[in-house]
């Protein structure tokens, strides 16, 4: 049976984790009804977690790293796909219980699958990634909590970074006023060429601040947490809403209840490994007609599978600009 590469983490008796290139054949995948070649891979901010090898994210091993990945079908028993069909797949316990993406095959659940959307190539699937979806799951739910552009500006925090970058051009366009939060302000001319109309430094937000501040924004898609995504909701206006979906300042919440119960302001929370079929298929249908493909490539690097480690050790200091795409195959 003839072998394929893949990037796998092992844990010895000590409880120590190991990164390491491995040949695995189709015998070694795990249970699934769809085996996929994949042609590309990208990096998450949850993959640099994986990659560091000192996360509690995998809970199985050996595990193959790669929350998400983009391919093109080989075998299938699912009534859904066949062979030849171009396919992408985010979260659904990839990297944590079920071999991920960083392999050039996988096999998966045909259930776990999404065709690639008219307009969407798979370099352009995984140049949007886990990250840029979650920006598309939050900027749902922002329209879903019933916000539009006439409500007030739309904050981005983390803006420079892959959720934050696409959740900034996805705003933008969509006609909201987007107020970019950066830790890196030498990225104002990026942030302000994918649509953001004003740039604030990241240390506005990110220090301890009072429960109710100025009502500055309507909306806001918050990738940091912590400190910043409290000083974000205290100064969201009346009956407006934080998407929270991330963590990079903290997982903590040190704040208190004074917005929600005085000014009636929402927290949406964001979850894109579990998030239903349903809502995963209006997510993607909606980048396709939504995001600007140029400015996903403004903000799209590409890189060679031989270079994720050194790539997904970046992610974790912020080190990372926009969104990266790995060539599996
Ligand atoms: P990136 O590293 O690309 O972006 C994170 C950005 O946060 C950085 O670029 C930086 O932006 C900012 N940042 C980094 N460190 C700090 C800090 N200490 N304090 C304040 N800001 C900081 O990661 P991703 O965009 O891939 O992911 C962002 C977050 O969203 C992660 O926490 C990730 O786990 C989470 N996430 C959650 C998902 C879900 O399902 N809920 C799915 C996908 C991601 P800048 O330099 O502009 O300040």
């Not at 992408?88 to 065709?115: C, M, P, Q, S």
């Not at 990738?223 to 963590?247: D, P, R, Y």
Request: charged letters at 20%; a neutral charge.
């Amino acid at each position: 049976m003839s072998t394929f590469k893949a990037l796998m983490l092992t844990k010895d008796d000590a409880g120590t984790q190991h990164i390491g290139w491995a040949q695995v054949t189709e015998a070694d995948l795990m249970e699934g009804d769809v085996t996929v070649r994949v042609t590309h891979s990208t990096i998450n901010y949850k993959d640099g977690l994986v990659l560091s090898g000192k996360s509690a994210v995998p809970r199985k091993f050996p595990m193959i790293a790669g929350i998400d990945f983009a391919g093109v079908v080989e075998t299938s028993a699912h009534a859904g796909f066949k062979a030849g069909d171009a396919v992408l797949l985010n979260g659904y316990g990839l990297a944590e219980t079920h071999f991920g993406g960083y392999a050039e095959k996988a096999r998966v659940k045909g259930d776990w699958l999404i065709k690639l959307p008219k307009g969407i190539d798979a370099h352009h699937a995984m140049a949007i990634g886990t990250a840029g979806y979650t920006a598309m799951l939050s900027v749902l739910a922002l329209e879903k909590h019933g916000l539009k552009p006439s409500d007030g500006p739309a904050l981005v925090t983390g803006a420079a970074g892959g959720v934050g970058s696409v959740a900034v051009t996805l705003l933008a366009k969509l006609g909201w006023h987007v107020i970019a939060s950066t830790g890196r302000l030498e990225e104002a001319d990026y942030l302000t060429s994918l649509g953001a109309a004003e740039i604030i430094e990241r240390k506005e937000l990110s220090e301890p601040g009072r429960p109710l501040g100025k009502e500055r924004w309507a909306a806001g898609v918050d990738s940091v947490g912590s400190h910043t995504l409290v000083n974000a909701i205290g100064m969201t206006k009346a009956h407006g809403a934080i998407a929270c979906c991330g963590l990079a300042q903290g997982m903590d919440l040190p704040g208190n209840v004074a917005p929600f119960i005085l000014r009636g302001v929402a927290l949406l929370g964001i979850d894109s490994v579990m998030c239903p079929m349903p809502l995963r298929l209006e997510a993607w249908q909606r980048l396709a007609t939504d995001l600007d493909l140029k400015k996903l490539d403004s903000m799209t690097r590409t890189i060679a599978f031989a270079d994720v480690i050194d790539e997904a050790a970046k992610i974790l200091k912020g080190g990372i600009r926009g969104r990266v795409v790995v060539n599996i195959g």
